[in-house]
């Protein structure tokens, strides 16, 4: 038995090639991440939506969508397992001005987390 959270990524830059990047890059770690999934592929990518673009200041943004899956669970640890490798890799390249944010919400919990954004770490801040 488990219990649900809604974790999602919410990623907004500027510059186009950067954002396209970003997506292609999220397409490609959560389908990596959930490859083991029983499901017909693609599988993880059907997580992250198409680019949607701000009414002014040319700003860009995508999401990616909670995985839907109990704690504890497989397809709940592939999708621990993908936002981790995303955020990781949004952190570390050096070159990537887009923002981004993990938060979680809702669920069974009914509570509101910030987790993760450009910069910040939570998990990290706890541990100081």
Excluded at 16 to 24: D, F
Excluded at 105 to 128: C, N, P, Q, Y
């Amino acid at each position: 038995m488990g219990y649900i959270k809604h974790n999602a990524i919410v990623v907004t830059g500027w510059d186009t090639k950067q954002i396209e990047a970003a997506r292609l890059k999220a397409i490609e770690i959560f389908e990596q991440c959930f490859s083991d999934e029983p499901i017909s592929k693609p599988y993880g990518s059907k997580l992250v939506s198409e680019i949607v673009h701000g009414v002014t200041n040319g700003q860009l943004s995508f999401f990616i969508a909670p995985d839907g899956s109990k704690e504890g669970w497989g397809t709940s640890d592939n999708g621990d397992e993908a936002r981790k490798q995303f955020c990781d890799w949004m952190q570390n390249k050096d070159d990537n001005y887009c923002d981004y944010i993990e938060i979680r919400f809702g669920g069974d919990d009914e509570s509101e987390t910030f987790v993760r954004s450009k910069d910040t770490d939570i998990d990290k801040l706890d541990t100081l």
